[in-house]
């Protein structure tokens, strides 16, 4: 089966505009500007630039993001990747209510991971919604690693959540996801744990009121990754990546 012509036929069904309403039942889009430093691997200064979409519909939910990365100490080798990644609810497939304790919804999990380089790779397997204090999403996917032309074949679990928390007349957004590859299938490539939250403030609603509610953030982002990109540590340089922040603009359309 051809992996990523699919993935990729679903990009454009699922990103299309929400013409039929009856099928989308929310989207969202966004740009993001990151500048960060104290990356390693790659040029410890970079700028990024990330497009996202979002959005949930009748089969379940689609999210996409697409980042162009400016290496300042190298600028011949800016980097670009992506991913695009929808997910089917067995709950909204078969009509039934699948809640059990903390579990909302149980689905089927897709990415595809694209870019410059050897990174292109499919990632499928089971994913549950959870129902946490706190949280107005908790997401926990478990893939199964197929790799093209690269050594990253074996297992990854990938929480992904958002919390947002009343500051002033404004509010404060925690969101993020972790990456954490385990199982390694090849000798080649070392388990790795990426960690990636954001810490947002709604400069917008601060400043032009409730209107304008979800459109304009500034904040940071941290960005933690042991064994960057499944590298060993008895490499002459540091793998480990453990205190590069960026600042933050993300504007929602």
Same mark, same amino acid.
């Given at each position: ?39 390693? +691997? ?55 209510? *699948? ?24 990632? %499928? !397997?089971?994913?549950?919604? *959870? ?41 404060? +957004?925690?969101? !993020? ?11 080649? %490539? ?10 947002? %403030?709604?400069? !917008? ?8 509610? !979800? ?13 960057? %990109? ?24």
């Amino acid at each position: 089966m051809n992996y990523k012509a699919a993935l990729c036929g679903a990009a454009l069904v699922f990103a299309a505009p929400a013409s039929a309403e009856d099928f989308f039942f929310w989207s969202d889009t966004s740009l993001t500007l990151l500048h960060g430093t104290n990356f390693e +691997v790659d040029s410890e200064d970079q700028t990024t630039v990330t497009f996202e979409h979002v959005n949930g519909h009748k089969y379940g939910d689609f999210f996409m993001f697409f980042d162009y990365i400016t290496y300042h100490d190298s600028p011949l080798n800016d980097g670009q990747y992506g991913e695009i990644s929808p997910r089917f609810s067995a709950g909204k497939i078969f009509d039934k209510d *699948l809640s059990f304790g903390i579990v909302q919804d149980v689905l089927a999990t897709f990415t595809y991971e694209f870019g410059k380089g050897n990174v292109e790779s499919v990632l %499928y !397997g089971p994913a549950v919604d *959870l129902a946490l204090p706190g949280f107005d999403f908790f997401q926990l996917n478990l893939y199964k690693r197929d790799p093209n032309n690269n050594d990253s074949e074996g297992w990854q679990l990938t929480p992904v959540w958002k919390a947002t928390f009343e500051v002033g007349q404004s509010e404060l +957004v925690v969101d !993020g996801y972790i990456d954490w590859v385990f199982k390694s299938d090849n000798s080649n %490539y070392e388990e790795n744990l990426h960690i990636n939250p954001q810490i947002k %403030y709604d400069l !917008g609603m601060s400043l032009w009121g409730a209107e304008s509610k !979800g459109q304009l953030y500034v904040g940071i982002e941290y960005d933690y990754w042991s064994n960057k %990109y499944g590298i060993s540590d008895d490499v002459p340089f540091d793998v480990d990546q453990e205190d590069a922040v960026s600042a933050i603009v993300k504007y929602h359309f």
